[in-house]
Every structure is written in C-alpha cells, then in structure tokens.
C-alpha cells in the first residue's frame, strides 16, 4: 500500500537510466547525503543543494519494505558491503528501481566513517519474476500488524527463514538472480 512521504504521492510513472549509467551517492554514519552525482539528481528531480545533509531515505518509495533497509543497515553498520533491490521515489513521486551496491568507507584506521553506494539498472525479469513477489509478500507481513516496529521484524523474520529453507545467506539468493 502506498503513502505519503513529505507529502509526495507516488505518481505511478516510472523512470530509467541507461545501462552504462551508475548512481552514486554518499552518506555520513547517520545517511545523511554528502555526495549525489548527477545521474542521482536527475533521476529523482532535486538540485545537490536540495540532497545534502538531507536523510538518504528523502527517496524512500512508500512500496519499498522497510525490513529491507534494516537488513542494509545491519550489514553495512557492521563492516560488510551488501547488494539490493530498490525501489527509489523522486522528488515529483516518479519512481525507479535500482541493482545497488553499498559499502561502508573506512578511514586509515579501518574505522567506518560513513557509506557508499553505486546503482545500476536493475534487471527487469529479476524484478517481476522474483523481487516485485518478495516485496510485496513483505509489505503484506509489515501492514498486518498495527505496531511498524512488529510488521518489520516479523517481515525480516519470515525472509530470514525463506533464505534459511532454500539453503542460502541473502547475498548468495541476490547475486544468484
């Protein structure tokens, strides 16, 4: 089910970027944006001043389950890069799906500073054949119950004990479509 978000509606109009195109973004320890490229900004329709300092999630799409990001989070909080699929919502609500690639940075001391990610288009028969699916079964497990919190966790759960049933971590079932 779609929300609002900072009183943007999804618009149901989808958006591409080339093959050979990478979004790149950067983020401080929190996710607050340092470094957009231009493919990022053109994409979801703000200026670089309208991005930095602001909270990476400024493109979160409504449909997008949260347990996703808290699997993110985990990963990349602790040290480890992970790739996903996400679903990203421009500033006019136009959305755009992404292959991405996330990785803490780390200073001389091997101390992670803050994080890096590189987009790619992401694979449209991976899309509608596996992760639309998944997603929207997660969303599903999220919105049956009243407390977000709960939803999340019991979402998390269920895709932890999907990829404990067929045998593999989660980076092992992504790059493996």
């Not at 755009?96 to 780390?106: I, L």
């Not at 991976?126 to 079964?137: G, M, T």
Request: positive net charge; aromatic residues 10%.
């Amino acid at each position: 089910m779609s929300e609002k978000r900072s009183g943007v509606q999804p618009s149901g109009k989808e958006r591409h970027f080339k093959p050979e195109e990478l979004i790149v973004s950067k983020t401080d320890l929190k996710g607050h944006i340092t470094y957009a490229n231009e493919v990022f900004l053109r994409l979801s329709d703000y200026t670089e001043k309208e991005v930095l300092g602001q909270p990476h999630s400024m493109i979160r799409h409504p449909d997008m389950p949260r347990c996703i990001f808290k699997l993110l989070w985990d990963h990349i909080s602790s040290g480890k890069e992970i790739f996903a699929y996400v679903l990203n919502m421009g500033k006019k609500g136009d959305h755009y799906w992404v292959y991405a690639h996330v990785t803490p940075t780390f200073d001389a001391n091997h101390k992670v500073i803050g994080y890096h990610s590189n987009r790619r288009v992401a694979d449209p028969k991976v899309l509608s054949d596996k992760i639309i699916p998944l997603y929207a079964e997660l969303r599903k497990i999220e919105e049956s119950t009243s407390n977000r919190k709960e939803g999340m966790n019991a979402a998390y759960d269920a895709l932890a004990r999907k990829l404990s049933d067929a045998g593999v971590a989660y980076d092992q079932y992504i790059q493996g479509l």
